[in-house]
T-cell receptor, first 109, second 113 residues
């Protein structure tokens, strides 16, 4: 069964404490992996699309990487405004995109 | 500015009542989607549409209906047959169905009175 699992469910960091969020998937024939940021009560905001193993993308303090089985969202020197839920989703070529449950990130000043 | 709008932000449904959630996009995207988000779960697909006058059921279509009469609009009706409608509903669009990144609207929270 196609599945996307994100870990940890919640992550608490001090401001400046770098860490990584994990997205593992059991989807055959991955065509694309997406990362989104979602603030409470709002719609997900697109961050990155990764298409093949070895690909990396960066935006400000965020860096997304992709292997054949998982993706990491690295957060370097996070700030309180980085606090949000980060969603991972995968697409394997059909009409459906499979979403993980998300990782809730809390960054304390 | 191009984007997706959803209305209302909050919606209250009474027992036995049908309610309609609005979704409009001015991104000129062909494909549109409706998702349901519940706490601790990933987004679940309710319906999607690749072109005008065509739409397909997703994983949890029971108790919901949609229409796609215009490219820009994809309203979702939550019918009285949906027994557990309380959730956060998200509309999204993409250039071509799942071939490109999906962009999301701000969401509608549906509550049952």
């Amino acid at each position: 069964e196609d599945q996307v699992t994100q870990s940890p469910e919640a992550l608490r960091l001090q401001e400046g404490e770098s860490s990584s969020l994990n997205c593992s998937y059991t989807v055959s024939g991955l065509r694309g992996l997406f990362w989104y940021r979602q603030d409470p009560g709002k719609g997900p905001e697109f961050l990155f699309t990764l298409y093949s193993a070895g690909e990396e993308k960066e935006k400000e303090r965020l860096k997304a990487t992709l292997t054949k089985k998982e993706s990491f969202l690295h957060i370097t020197a996070p700030k309180p405004e980085d606090s949000a839920t980060y969603l991972c989703a995968v697409w394997h070529g059909g009409f459906k995109t499979i979403f993980g449950a998300g990782t809730r990130l809390f960054v304390k000043a | 500015d191009g984007g997706i709008t959803q209305s209302p932000k909050y919606l209250f449904r009474k027992e036995g009542q049908n309610v309609t959630l609005s979704c409009e996009q001015n991104l000129n995207h062909d494909a549109m989607y409706w998702y349901r988000q519940d706490p601790g779960q990933g987004l679940r697909l309710i319906y999607y549409s690749q072109i005008v006058n065509d739409f397909q059921k997703g994983d949890i279509a029971e108790g919901y209906s949609v229409s796609r009469e215009k490219k820009e609009s994809f309203p979702l009706t939550v019918t009285s047959a949906q027994k557990n409608p309380t959730a956060f509903y998200l509309c999204a669009s993409s250039i071509i169905a799942s071939h490109e990144t999906q962009y999301f609207g701000p969401g509608t929270r549906l509550l049952v009175l």
